[in-house]
């Protein structure tokens, strides 16, 4: 299931022109520094469940935007002039940061080994990898025979592909078992709208009528002759499942969702006997097979869905391994099932439940089953045999992370992993189940030279209001004093169950080389400490996952790492809902909060069933159209709705033209009521990519110099830039 992080708006809508690009000042603005665009009010009066609110600025929400996210250019010019507004003046308020900017950029693109390559994934007669050309934006997917370093074919070249194009995203690739052919699917604006393509590998032919309006979920039949992918609706959701030749012809209907609130998927299982169809939402899941040896068969349900629980198919030869919380299990069991009768009446635990030890993925191999745990913020990684006996894979650090690769083949005896930390590059090992010996394949280059020893990773656990403790995972060099003088940078997400990672990022040495502290908040709403974790922070108790934040700077705060007033806070989509949060509950912590694609406009957007990811979001937020406590609950945090007079910090919201997760009037919104509200003084700003969606530019290069304009501005913002302008 592809979790969103978040997306827009409302109900009600209104059109008016929008305002001069630049007017009269906010208030404490110095009249020498640039002045910023004024959004006009039209005030739209919205009731719901006897409840009315008054929306200024609905109007900002395109009528069309189903259209605009397939075609950016069709944006209604009134709202176009706001945002090229908004965008020329952040420009100018952030124009002294553009050395930094430029420097910084530097700085993380001399960190990446340019003409890096993939560790080759062997299947059959072939290795596939992905490699970069020095000064290349986007990849090459290519393969080699087998144990050979010659005989390269390149299978495609993306950025030929993104030549003439402002924004050429390959999020899929697959090759079909036979080795025949491969397909990828293309997101040409950023809208997350793919076309499939399937190429023919023995004439290096890109076959006619490629598949459209999809999502970049697809796979091949096991006897790869048949395409199986997911429909996007014209509201972008995933409603059908299709089929077709693989090298084209008819397209048939395999299965179609009634159900606006569920996701589809499709896959095969690791051993190839099954495609698999996943049905689910945040908290209920289906799944439904489909036998590899008859792949225009119907699907056939293996345990009708019941609201509550979840469950993961895959095939181990001879028996159904699936991953379930059924049976209270919260932190997840495996269970096994005969192939022939894999409804849950028939599910026999394998690997029982342990309270604390969420078990995150499994892998298969032959004779070997492979599980990923997460305990307190760490990963590790067991392996099974057929038999039952287990041993683990782990590391020593106070803060790391192990990643499970699995295997690109089912009959062999090696899986593959990762490990880093914040202060260690990855290191990419093949790991041998039966031999239990270790070969290391790659260590992440940096050529611009990096020494783990001038860093210091440690783990601090954060009172909550409720006495829970909150990990803290903190990254600083050996020199950067911890006397409450330095600047840091507070990063959390906090939703979905998606636990944030205690891993390296190159990008991140830009800030901590200039002596900020880097944290990482892992804050309920995750599953860092388990799926409990995530489940005490969400509906009625999403509170936590704002408060444990807060609770996280106090922490740094009182364990001297920093000061009040001089932490920048950074979360991206439904992290920008939690920066929003902490906005308005605590704006005195904060010299800078960065909003990343913003989820800042909660009761419009939930309760705005046109937008893709609204219904099947509401197990995660309350449904605030029927429900009136979700809705009275919701709008007590809701940031666009608690906005009030009060000093703000310094704000950066970004967002993409094109993006469907949080739609681009989400950060107008909270900007345009932001900024006359803040008493302060201190700047508001705004950035629309008007050539890109949620996960902002798409070639390597262009991402970084996103990367660097965000950490330029936490620069600035600790540093007053704007009182220096």
């Known amino acids: 299931m592809n979790r969103r992080e978040l997306i827009a708006s409302t109900a009600a809508v209104g059109v008016v022109a929008a305002s001069p690009a630049f007017a009269r000042p906010t208030t404490g603005v110095s009249m ?67 050395p930094l900017q430029t420097a910084m950029f530097e700085e993380m693109k001399g960190r990446i080994k340019e003409d890096d390559s993939s560790v080759p994934a062997a299947d059959g007669a072939w290795e596939y990898y ?65 076309k499939i393509y399937v190429k023919d590998l023995a004439t290096g032919e890109v076959l006619p009528n490629p598949i459209e309006s999809a999502t970049e979920n697809f796979t091949f039949s096991p006897d790869s002759q048949w395409i199986f992918w997911t429909n996007r609706d014209d509201n972008g959701r995933p409603d059908k499942i ?62 009708p869905r019941h609201v509550g629980r979840l469950y993961e198919l895959d095939h181990w030869g001879d028996r159904w391994v699936i991953r379930t919380n059924a049976d209270d299990a919260v932190d997840f069991k ?42 307190d913020a760490n990963t590790k990684i067991v392996i099974r045999d057929r038999a039952g006996a287990e041993h683990e894979i782990a590391a020593d650090e106070p803060a790391y992370a192990l990643s499970l690769g699995g295997a690109s083949e089912f009959d062999t005896t090696v899986m593959r992993y990762g490990y880093n930390s914040p202060s260690t590059p990855t290191s990419t090992y093949d790991y041998d189940l039966k031999t239990r010996e270790r070969t290391l394949r790659k260590v992440q280059e940096i050529p611009s030279g990096h020494n783990p020893a001038d860093y210091v990773v440690e783990r601090l656990n954060a009172p909550a209001s409720d006495g829970e403790l909150v990990p803290v995972t903190v990254l600083r060099r050996k020199d950067t004093p911890v006397d409450g003088s330095a600047p840091l940078l507070l990063y959390g997400y906090g939703s979905y169950g998606i636990p944030m990672a205690a891993g390296f990022s190159t990008n991140r040495l830009s800030l901590v080389d200039r002596g900020f502290i880097y944290a990482i908040a892992h804050i309920r709403g995750g599953s860092d400490k388990g799926w409990n974790w995530f489940l005490t922070a969400r509906r009625f108790t999403k509170k936590n996952t704002f408060t444990d934040f807060i609770a996280a700077a106090d922490h740094l705060i009182a364990r001297n790492y920093t000061k009040a007033g001089n932490i920048v806070a950074e979360g991206r989509s439904a992290g920008g809902l939690l920066m929003g949060a902490v906005t308005n509950m605590r704006p005195d912590l904060w010299a800078g909060v960065i909003g990343g694609v913003p989820f800042v406009d909660v009761i419009n957007t939930m309760s705005d069933t046109s937008l893709p990811l609204t219904p099947p979001e509401w197990p995660e937020w309350g449904n605030p159209l029927e429900d009136a406590a979700a809705y009275d609950y919701m709008l007590s945090y809701s940031p666009y709705d608690q906005i009030e007079a009060k000093p703000y910090p310094a704000v950066l919201a970004t967002g993409g033209l094109s993006d469907p ?39 390597r290069f262009d991402y970084l110099k996103d990367i660097a304009h965000d950490y330029a501005f936490a620069v600035w913002a600790v540093e007053k830039g704007w009182e220096k302008a």
């Not at 200024?56 to 075609?71: E, G, I, T």
């Not at 250019?73 to 952040?90: C, F, M, P, Q």
């Not at 049905?279 to 792949?295: F, H, K, L, V």
């Not at 201190?682 to 050539?691: A, C, Q, S």
């Open 32 to 98: 020498s520094l640039p002045q910023p665009p004024v959004a006009k009010k039209v005030p739209v009066r919205i009731e719901q469940l006897g409840r009315v609110r008054v929306d200024d600025y609905q109007w900002m929400k395109d009528d069309n935007w189903q259209a605009v996210l397939r075609d950016p250019s069709l944006i209604k010019a009134d709202v176009k002039e706001h945002l090229t507004a908004e965008n020329a003046y952040r420009e100018a308020m952030m124009a002294s940061t553009l």
């Open 130 to 194: 992905v490699r970069y050309n020095t000064g290349d934006q986007h990849p090459l997917y290519c393969r080699r025979p087998r144990g050979r370093s010659d005989g390269e074919t390149i299978l495609l070249d993306c950025n030929k592909l993104a030549e003439g194009k402002a924004y050429s995203e390959v999020s899929a690739t697959e090759y079909s078992p036979d080795h025949a052919l491969f397909a990828y699917a293309e997101d040409a604006q950023g809208s997350e709208v793919f």
């Open 242 to 303: 299709f089929r077709r030749p693989a090298r084209g012809g008819e397209t048939s209907l395999v299965y179609e969702e009634t159900d606006d609130g569920m996701f589809q998927s499709v896959g095969r299982t690791s051993d190839d006997a099954f495609i698999v169809i996943g049905i689910a939402n945040q908290e209920t899941s289906e799944g439904r097979i489909i036998s590899g040896a008859t792949p225009t068969a119907t699907p056939v349900v293996v345990e």
């Open 334 to 375: 495996v269970v096994e099932a005969p192939t022939d009768a894999p409804a849950k009446s028939n599910w026999k635990d394998l690997i029982p439940h342990t309270p604390g030890r969420f078990i995150e993925r499994v892998a298969l191999v032959k004779d070997y089953l492979g599980r990923q745990e997460r305990a």
């Open 661 to 699: 997760r949080v739609t681009y009037w989400e950060p107008e919104k909270w900007v345009a009521k932001l900024r006359p509200a803040s008493t302060s003084g201190k700047p508001v700003l705004l950035k629309i990519n008007m050539e890109a969606g949620h996960f902002a530019s798409s070639g």
